[in-house]
Every structure is written in structure tokens, then in C-alpha cells.
């Protein structure tokens, strides 16, 4: 098995999102982190189905 990365990250969201977050790891009885962890491996599919900047035509 693979070892974890142990990197640590800072993120800044907005108020209300942090407010969610930490509702949400309340209810659930986890971490911060780990409700983080979780919203990226569950909508990462669908993050990555989103156009990056390069894939935007250029206006003349």
C-alpha cells in the first residue's frame, strides 16, 4: 500500500462556506479536513469534466 502524502495546505473559503463545512463536520463528527477530503473525491469526476483556461476560444 502506498504511504499518505503529508503535505499540508492552506485553503481560504468565503464565511458562509466555511460555515457549511464545519456545520457539516459537526453533524458528521469529522474534520474540517476531512469533509474537504470528502467533497473533493466525491465531485472530482465532475470537476474535471469543467473547461480549463486554455480550452477557451480566443475573441478576435
Known amino acids: ?13 468565503p464565511e458562509t462556506m466555511l460555515q ?7 453533524r458528521l463528527d469529522r474534520s474540517l479536513s476531512w469533509i474537504v477530503q470528502r467533497c473533493v473525491k ?3 469526476a ?10 477557451v476560444p480566443e475573441r478576435d
Open 20 to 26: 457549511d463545512i464545519q456545520h457539516e463536520a459537526a
Open 1 to 13: 500500500m502506498a504511504g499518505t502524502d503529508k503535505r499540508k495546505q492552506s485553503l481560504y473559503f
Open 42 to 44: 466525491i465531485g472530482l
Open 46 to 55: 465532475d470537476i474535471r469534466k469543467l473547461p480549463s483556461v486554455n480550452d
